[in-house]
Structure formats: structure tokens, C-alpha cells
């Protein structure tokens, strides 16, 4: 070893080398100082990183980092110790990558040290792997847990779900069922009531004879009082005469009153508070009483609820009378939906021929009712069939079919009753006539006498009403029979009494109902004793 000075002069610690790639067999001669080569060593073992997760391969890099500093500033303060132009590693030449073999004991500690922190290392890797599989092991078994409580979850509700259609479709047999039941208790209830006839008499409580009347005469509708007795429920209070007539129904058909009588005094004040032509004790006419009811009846069961009025449609429309009677109907079936309508109501046709330009226009309108004036049918029958004896006893007499006759001749409209033409775009004379085209289940007749000089005659009418001349739409019977009759006795229609008369469905036996008396007729004809002022035909479609 030479002085410090030599030590320290920079050209003496400078590498002497041979070159590694030439084929003699000299070995490598290294720098006196080992800190290069100690470097090297260090760096190529940090980079030995094992395979393995990402995580634990930082943590190795984070390791061997450290190690290297600790080891570079032990190897840097030692390099004195280390001589000068010594054999550090010997080369082979055979072998391209010669190891290096490296004598500094401090060195071999620091290898050994490393070493076993090296071990460490991976064992708390591996640790850390084991965790890491065995919580995952225990994820995926509670996934597989979790979808099974899916599947046994969605299977409980689908079985739950199919027992509640199963209880809906027993329940809705059921309810069949007991509709059914109730349907036959009703039949068999009113059939048991209708065993015995209404014999329950009404009071007359002020001049309401016409009303007694008519109220007999349509409890005498079956199926009108069958409906009020077994399925109407008078809990609507905007229902009022709804309500008060299921109680006259029901009272009149209560066969645990029959030979007694009734008191309509609550339908008499309801009515009155309706409508003030019906207020107070003065006599009425039975015929706007039966209108009324009939019309407020049909507003309060109706569904949906809709006033009557003529159906109007295009002029082009109005001369295709199918076309105009298919759309009519069909607003018919929408809008008029209730028992007084399926029972009493029928359908007229209007015809407007314009003498200018020949054009027919039809129209469709609903009716409840027909009026024939006695006294211009009379005067017709003079006129037109002049060899007939139209006396009988003194009285004139008319026929029934005359009636329909005359009610469906056109009637011309000249003057200031001429009728506007959509053709011709001005008014015109023209033919306006009626005709039946629907006949309803119940046929009203008023025979109409005049309200203040009564036309005194008699009408012929028979018990079987036919029909088939005068009705152009025939898919209904066309044959009627008599069932009521409501008779009129004195000066006036606005005066005098009403008696009613109406023949039960079960014996076929006429019965005379005069205010609270009521009687079984002996005469096979009893409403001939009097003058009949309106008429209830019932079709035979259901006998």
C-alpha cells in the first residue's frame, strides 16, 4: 500500500480492465474501490422481482430499495478496507456472463441478511395470498347463497301469486253462484207475490183519483214492478221519485196488505215538489202524470243518463233512411239504457217530401206513447168511408185501426208552416208525415177526448192488437194484448174520475181498481162500461 498521497491521487484509483471480449485467459482486474461492482450486485437483485400479485411485487421493490441504500452507505464507508488491484471476481472465459464472486465478508452479511428478509418477504406474501383466496372463496359462496334466497324468493312469490288467482277465480264462482241464486229467489219471490193479485187499495188524499189510477195501472207492468221489487235499492237520495215509487211498488205488492190500503201521501209531495202542475189538490189528466213519470224514471236509472231528443244528421244523411235508422239506433243503445226505455220505449220515422224539388229527408225520434185525437179521426172516417154507420145508440163511434190510419197520413205544410229545404235553399211546401217504425214491449194509447168540451164516443178496440199494416221494421211481434185500461167519467179529462182497470198476468181475471177499493170483475169486458181514455197493450214476443 503506498502514502495517502499516492491514495489519493485520482489516477491511481482508476479501473484497469481487460477487455471481457478478447479469447486469452487473463482474469479481470476490477478498480481497487468495490463500490461500482457493489452497486451493480445490488441493482440486478433488485430486480429479481417475484411472480405473483402486484401488490406484493411493490412491496419487494419497497424492500430491496431500502436494503440497497442501507448496504451502498456500509459498502462506501468500508472501501478503504478493500486493497488496491486485487482479484475481486475471476473471469471465464467460456462463460459470456461471468459471476461475480464477492470476498468482502461485510458484503456476505448484508447477502445473508437480505436473504432472509427476503424469505420473510414472500412468506407474508403467500400469507397474504392465502387471505386474499379464502375471502374470495367466501364471497362467491355468498353469492351462490344469495342467489339461492333470490330463486327460493322469487319462487314463494310466484306460488303466492298463483294461489291468490286461484282463491279470485273460486270467489268469482262464487259470486255466480249466489247471483244465480238470488236471481231464482227473486223469481220464485215474485212469483209467490204474484200468486195472489194486488188487491191493495190507494187512498185518494185531494182530487188524485188520476193519480191512483195510474199508479194501479203500472204496478200492473210486471216486469217494471219486478225490478223495483227485487232490484232496486232506494239509497240514492237524488232519486227521489225513484225511491217514492219502489215504495208504492212495494206496498201494493205486499201480499200481507192485500184488502187493505196505502196512503201515497210521501209520492204525492214529491211529485208536487217535482213538478208544480201536479202541486195542490186540483184534478190532473192521467196522461201528463204517465208522461211524467215515465220521462223522470228514465233520467234517474238511465246509464248513461241522457235527455230525449230528435237524432239529426247531415242532409245528405237524411235521405238514406237504413243508414239514418243504423246510427240512430246505435245512439240509442248508448244512451238510453234503462227499464223505462227497454219497456216503453219505441221509435218513430219523420218524412219531409218537398213539393219543389221531390226530396224525401228522414229523421228518427224516440216516443213513450201515442195520442190519437177522437174527434178529427171521426171527422176523417166521415169523409173517407161515408157508407159506414158510425152511430151507435146515439153516440159516434171510432175504431182503433182507423186511428192508426189517420195517424200516419201526411199532413201538408203550406203557408207559414212551409219547411226549409237544404236542396233548394229556401222554404217550400211539403208533406210531413209519421210513421211507427219500433214498436216497444208496452204500447201506450191515449185516446184523446179534449180537455175542456169532451168529444162523447165510443171506441172500438180489441183485446189483440195487430199491428203488421202500420209498422215498417217488424222484427218484433206485432201483435199486442190488452192489458190495462184506464177510464175516464165525466164532462172533462180535467175533471171528472178515473177508475182503472187491469188484468193480472197469473188468473188472466180483470180487476177494477177505483181509488181504495179494489174488485175482482165478473164481466169477461168490464173497462167497456165506461170510456176509455188510455190503453196498455203488452207485444207477445215473450208468451
Known amino acids: 500500500m503506498g502514502n495517502c498521497e499516492d491514495f489519493n491521487n485520482p489516477q491511481n484509483q482508476q479501473v484497469q480492465t481487460k477487455d471481457l471480449n478478447t479469447n486469452n485467459n ?39 430499495a431500502s436494503q440497497t441504500n442501507n448496504h451502498t452507505n456500509a459498502s462506501q464507508t468500508n472501501n478503504y478496507l478493500v486493497p488496491q488491484n486485487q482479484n475481486i471476481m475471476p473471469t471465464n472465459t467460456n462463460n459470456p456472463n461471468p459471476v461475480v464472486q464477492n470476498k468482502n465478508p461485510v458484503s456476505n452479511v448484508v447477502s445473508k441478511e437480505n436473504e432472509n428478509k427476503l424469505k420473510e418477504s414472500k412468506a407474508n406474501i403467500e400469507l397474504q395470498k392465502d387471505i386474499i383466496d379464502k375471502q374470495a372463496v367466501q364471497n362467491k359462496q355468498l353469492e351462490e347463497k344469495l342467489k339461492n334466497m333470490q330463486t327460493e324468493e322469487n319462487k314463494i312469490k310466484l306460488e303466492q301469486n298463483q294461489k291468490i288467482q286461484k282463491l ?5 264462482q262464487k259470486n255466480q253462484e249466489c247471483l244465480q241464486i238470488k236471481k231464482k229467489y227473486d223469481e220464485l219471490l215474485l212469483k209467490y207475490n204474484g200468486l195472489i193479485p194486488n188487491t191493495v187499495g190507494l187512498n185518494n188524499i185531494g182530487a188524485t183519483c188520476y193519480m191512483n189510477a195510474t199508479l194501479q195501472s203500472l204496478s200492473n207492468v210486471k216486469e217494471l214492478s219486478h225490478y223495483f221489487l227485487t232490484k232496486y235499492t232506494p239509497n240514492d237520495a237524488s232519486k227521489k221519485l225513484s225511491n217514492e215509487y219502489c215504495t208504492v211498488v212495494k206496498n201494493l205488492w205486499d201480499r200481507k196488505n192485500n184488502g187493505r190500503t196505502f196512503s201515497p201521501d210521501s209520492f204525492k209531495n214529491t211529485l208536487s215538489q217535482m213538478n208544480p202542475l201536479f202541486a195542490g189538490i186540483a184534478a190532473n189528466d192521467s196522461k201528463d202524470l204517465i208522461n211524467f213519470i215515465l220521462e223522470t224514471l228514465h233520467n234517474e236509472l238511465n246509464k248513461p243518463t241522457g235527455k230525449i231528443n230528435n237524432y239529426m244528421l247531415t242532409p245528405d244523411d237524411q235521405k238514406n233512411e237504413q243508414r239514418m235508422f243504423n246510427l240512430f239506433s246505435e245512439e240509442m243503445k248508448s244512451n238510453f239504457k234503462s ?48 157508407g159506414n154507420n158510425y152511430i151507435s145508440q146515439g153516440i159516434p163511434v ?24 237544404n236542396d233548394c235553399k229556401r222554404s217550400f211546401d211539403a208533406y210531413y208525415g209519421t210513421l211507427l217504425y219500433f214498436l216497444p214491449n208496452y204500447l201506450i ?60 198476468y197469473q188468473d188472466n181475471c180483470w180487476y177494477n181498481y177505483n181509488d181504495s177499493t179494489v174488485t175482482k170483475c165478473t164481466n169477461p169486458k168490464p ?10 197493450y203488452k207485444t207477445l214476443d215473450d208468451e
Open 26 to 64: 487473463n482474469t479481470n482486474i476490477l478498480n481497487s474501490n468495490p463500490t461500482p461492482y457493489y452497486n451493480n450486485l445490488m441493482t440486478s437483485l433488485r430486480y429479481q422481482v417475484p411472480e405473483g400479485n402486484p401488490y406484493d411485487r411493490h412491496r419487494f421493490h419497497q424492500l430491496n
Open 168 to 172: 279470485t277465480s273460486e270467489l268469482n
Open 339 to 386: 227499464p223505462i226505455s227497454d219497456l216503453f220505449y219505441g221509435v218513430l220515422e219523420t218524412r219531409t217530401n218537398c213539393l219543389n224539388c221531390k226530396g224525401i229527408k228522414y229523421n228518427f225520434q224516440i216516443y213513450s206513447y201515442i195520442e190519437f185525437p177522437l174527434q178529427q179521426v171521426y171527422n176523417y172516417c166521415l169523409k173517407n168511408y161515408p
Open 398 to 421: 171510432v175504431d182503433l185501426y182507423r186511428c192508426f190510419e189517420f195517424y200516419q197520413l201526411p199532413t201538408l205544410m203550406t203557408g207559414n208552416n212551409q219547411i226549409y229545404c
Open 445 to 504: 194509447i191515449n185516446l184523446n177526448r179534449g180537455k175542456n168540451a169532451v168529444f162523447q164516443c165510443n171506441v172500438k178496440f180489441p183485446e189483440l192488437l195487430k199491428l203488421h199494416k202500420y209498422v215498417i221494421n217488424q222484427e218484433r211481434n206485432t201483435v199486442f194484448k190488452l192489458v190495462s185500461v184506464i177510464s175516464h167519467y165525466g164532462p172533462s179529462s180535467m175533471g171528472g174520475h178515473f177508475i182503472a182497470y187491469c188484468r193480472h
Open 527 to 536: 173497462y167497456l162500461t165506461g170510456m176509455p181514455y188510455i190503453l196498455f
